[in-house]
């Protein structure tokens, strides 16, 4: 079975506070992503990544940018956080096909 | 730009009955891959079934299945034999075929299963 890890399930931060969110695949797989989940909105993509040091902007990726320095990892990070991000956030893995979820990050900014 | 819209945002059911959901898509793309996913209150999303828009064969898997109707571009999910552990949000997605694409979701439909 695919593992999707996301390194924290919950985390509240500061405003302005700098912020990183890691998730780990352990299925060799090209692609990552990062979607944020929010009610009556869905899930939109943030960022991806179809190899190592390459990254693609999604649809809101405002606020937000990324790493990935190694296959299996593909970090978030929020330069400085600002309550708007407050979100449920979604990483995910795939070849081609079906995406593999992790079980997501609750983030609170105050 | 590719969107996928369901417009029910919320479904009732009774255990043991059928019901479907909606999904509509728009694409201009010939190959690509369409999906229902689960999220039950864990939030672990839950591959549910997968379709390729070149198979003219409707998916199913167990309990179940898809209406794939390519030239309306809509993909239902049909649920039978209703029970309560299928009570969850059902996303929509859609995927552009080639390996370095992303999947675009829908906006959820919530499931609720009665007695």
């Known amino acids: 079975d695919v593992k999707v890890t996301q390194s924290s399930r919950y985390l509240v931060k500061r405003t302005g506070e700098k912020v990183f969110l890691e998730c780990v695949q352990d299925?060799?797989?090209?692609?990552m992503f990062w979607y944020r989940q929010d009610p009556g909105l869905g899930l939109r993509l943030i960022y991806f990544?179809?190899?190592?040091?390459?990254?693609e902007k999604g649809d809101i990726p405002e606020g937000y940018s990324v790493s990935r320095e190694k296959k299996e990892r593909f970090s978030l990070i929020l330069e400085s956080a600002s309550t708007n991000q407050t979100s449920m956030y979604l990483c995910?893995?795939?070849?081609?096909?079906?995406?593999?979820f992790g079980e997501g990050s609750w983030l609170t900014v105050v | 730009a590719q969107t996928v819209t369901q417009s029910q945002p919320e479904m009732s059911v009774q255990e043991a009955e059928t019901v479907t959901l909606s999904c509509t898509y728009d694409?201009?793309?010939?190959?690509?891959?369409l999906f229902w996913y689960k999220q039950p209150p864990s939030r672990q999303m839950i591959l549910v079934i997968r379709?390729?828009?070149?198979?003219?064969q409707n998916a199913t898997e167990n309990r179940f299945s898809v209406n794939f109707q390519k030239a309306a571009k809509s993909f239902s999910l049909k649920i039978s034999d209703s029970q309560l552990g299928d009570a969850a949000m059902y996303f929509c997605?859609?995927?552009?075929?080639?390996?370095?694409?992303?999947?675009?979701f829908g906006t959820g439909t919530r499931l609720q299963v009665t007695l």
């Open positions: 997605a859609y995927r552009a075929g080639g390996t370095a694409s992303k999947l675009t």
């Open positions: 694409t201009s793309e010939s190959d690509y891959y």
């Open positions: 995910a893995s795939s070849l081609w096909g079906p995406l593999y």
């Open positions: 990544s179809y190899d190592v040091k390459m990254k």
């Open positions: 299925m060799d797989h090209e692609n």
């Open positions: 379709q390729e828009a070149y198979k003219q």
